[in-house]
C-alpha cells in the first residue's frame, strides 16, 4: 500500500520527531524505491511550530507538507517581520 496511518505522536520531545516512526518511513521509503515522502496531519496549536520545523529540517526529504492548524498558527506562519502576529 502507498499510504500507512500511524496513530502516534510523531514527535519524541519538542524538538525531535519520533525515531520509531521516521524508521517506519524510512523502511516504506525504500520498499516503494522513493525518495520523498508527504506529511499530511491536523496538528494540535501547541506542537504545530515544532512539527512543521522539524519535518523542514530532518534528513529524510519532504515532498509536500499539508496541515490543519488553528487560525493563530497560520496567522503566525504568514506574518510579516514586525506585524503584530510575527513571532
Do not use: C, W
Not at 53 to 79: C, D, G, K, M
Amino acid at each position: 500500500s502507498n499510504v500507512t496511518l500511524i496513530h502516534k505522536d510523531i514527535l519524541a520531545n519538542k524538538n525531535k520527531l519520533d525515531p520509531e516512526i521516521m524508521e517506519v518511513l524510512r523502511a516504506k521509503m525504500a520498499m516503494h524505491e522513493v525518495t520523498s515522502y508527504s506529511l499530511i496531519a491536523n496538528l494540535p496549536y501547541d506542537v504545530s511550530s515544532s512539527v512543521i520545523a522539524n519535518a523542514i529540517l530532518h534528513e529524510i526529504p519532504v515532498e509536500s507538507l499539508t496541515f490543519t492548524v488553528q487560525l493563530e498558527v497560520a496567522q503566525r506562519i504568514l506574518a510579516s517581520a514586525g506585524s503584530k502576529d510575527y513571532g
